[in-house]
């Protein structure tokens, strides 16, 4: 399970003694323990899953790439190296995202697996998609092919 891999990392990095990857685990733990309180709130005793687990993952990194072109726009640059070394230790929790090609033979499939065939069918054809490439997908460029390829 995925946060038990990122729990064995924490404990690694604080026998290390490496700082950073020590404060950016245990961000990430805390969210992912956040989310968990507000699943049980809606009645999921277990908690949040790995797909869960992965959404709260990249939206730290989106947090962090955002941060870093406010740092870069005020010429803060130990910002930008903290934010990106904390982006690097986050990515490694993560599948290998999928190129631009790989995305577009994705939404190929999946259009022709759910006979998708205006932009009627775009909300469930991402919901397919989210469904199957959760962690991996770029899902902004997967909705854009998605558009394109439905309106044409």
Do not use: C, W
Not at 26 to 47: F, H, P, S, T
Not at 113 to 118: F, I, K, Q, T
Not at 123 to 140: S, V
């Amino acid at each position: 399970m995925l946060r038990d891999d990122i729990s064995a990392a924490l404990k690694e990095s604080m026998k290390a003694k490496n700082a950073r990857a020590v404060s950016t685990l245990r961000l990430i733990l805390a969210a992912i323990k956040d989310r968990d309180i507000a699943a049980r709130g809606e009645g999921n005793a277990d908690g949040i899953g790995d797909d869960e687990v992965m959404r709260v993952l990249q939206t730290m990194v989106k947090q962090r790439q955002e941060s870093i072109k406010l740092y870069e726009q005020g010429g803060r640059q130990d910002l930008v190296d903290q934010e990106s070394a904390e982006i690097d230790i986050i990515r490694s929790f993560l599948p290998a995202p999928m190129s631009t090609d790989e995305i577009a033979v994705a939404v190929d499939a999946a259009i022709g697996e759910l006979g998708a065939a205006s932009i009627k069918d775009m909300g469930r054809t991402m919901a397919h998609l989210r469904e199957h490439y959760a962690g991996r997908m770029d899902f902004g460029r997967a909705s854009g092919l998605l558009k394109e390829r439905l309106a044409g």
